[in-house]
């Protein structure tokens, strides 16, 4: 009985629904200064935010009772077809790719959602003719799941009811702890004295000040902790007092078979151990299926890693690094993009 209102937009609860986009569609999506957004609450009747912020990801948050936010979905399908059929007059595509939008799940609703053996998933599939998935891991630093969901404007608006559906007859439990997009950083590799920056695949070397801030960090500390910030440096990209900087790109694997890039400086720098604690519940990722991401790991960043076993009652599961700085630093950064 719910589900036959909930389809003809008569159940008047409020509910709220996060969707994860790329900050690249935000623009393609608010037209000029917003009018898009704006006329999207408007016609619909729905709360709709979009989080700030210098992040790759935005989340949008459309709150409402259950027919203004299928109102605004409705909306945001067909517009995101508009877009699809826009950008494939320029293209040479045959086949028109399906609609595509990201829900933010609270992991505990997810089970609701996915069924008993995947009934309840399937069920949503066959009926609405929507392509849908559920993540298996929880998105960084939050209990929530990103669900996938793709089709045609139709489907993708008869798969969110059938969903509004499940987050309503289950409700979350306990606290949900929802995720924040980071904003998008470069992470800063060392590697015999030389200060890189990641873009993509490669390893770009950073300017001098940055470079010559390491070697005397190095002075003073065994090693500088990828984990930490890295204060931004005014003035430090582009060219620096007058140089040029080098264009040289180097693979990340070759960080740790050249791990010494600077002429005159020590090739083998003496190897050191650092110790990261990770949660039990993150420790899978790192691993990965019959270790195959750790074995990764290891031979990418060139340091042996040792993961301790579990030790009754501790949430947390110890992991030594030893090898050179620039290997430690790689296998940090490694862990943490994991």
């Not at 629904?17 to 935000?26: A, D, P």
Request: proline letters at 8%; charged letters at 15%; a positive charge.
């Amino acid at each position: 009985e719910m589900e036959s209102k909930v389809s003809e937009g008569g159940l008047n609860v409020t509910l709220t629904i996060r969707l994860l986009m790329h900050g690249k569609v935000r623009g393609s999506r608010s037209g000029g200064k917003g009018e898009t957004v704006k006329k999207m609450r408007e016609e619909s009747g729905a709360r709709i935010n979009i989080s700030e912020g210098n992040c790759p990801e935005r989340i949008v948050t459309i709150t409402g009772p259950t027919d203004a936010i299928f109102k605004a979905f409705a909306m945001i399908a067909y517009k995101f077809e508009e877009d699809i059929t826009n950008s494939m007059s320029n293209s040479t595509a045959t086949s028109k790719p399906p609609v595509t939008l990201r829900l933010v799940v609270p992991a505990s609703q997810c089970g609701s959602l996915i069924g008993k053996g995947g009934s309840k998933i399937k069920e949503i599939r066959e009926s609405t003719g929507a392509q849908v998935q559920v993540a298996g891991d929880m998105l960084p630093n939050s209990t929530e799941r990103a669900v996938t969901i793709s089709g045609t404007p139709d489907a993708i608006i008869q798969c969110v009811k059938q969903i509004c559906v499940v987050m309503l007859e289950s409700p979350p439990k306990g606290a949900t702890i929802p995720y924040r997009p980071k904003p998008a950083s470069t992470p800063v590799i060392f590697a015999g004295g030389q200060a890189y920056t990641i873009q993509g695949q490669y390893a770009i070397p950073h300017p001098d000040q940055l470079t010559k801030l390491h070697q005397l960090a190095m002075q003073q500390t065994p090693f500088t902790p990828l984990g930490q910030t890295t204060p931004a440096f005014p003035g430090t990209l582009g060219s620096v007092a007058g140089k040029q900087q080098s264009s040289i790109a180097l693979p990340l694997p070759a960080l740790t078979m050249f791990p010494c890039i600077c002429p005159g400086l020590d090739a083998s720098p003496p190897a050191s151990t650092h110790e990261l604690t990770i949660p039990n519940d993150l420790i899978g990722c790192i691993i990965g299926r019959q270790g195959t991401k750790i074995n990764e790991i290891r031979q990418m960043s060139g340091a042996q890693i040792k993961i301790a076993n579990a030790t009754e009652g501790s949430s947390e599961r110890q992991i030594t690094i030893t090898g050179t700085p620039a290997n430690i630093s790689l296998a940090q950064y490694l862990i943490n993009a994991r």
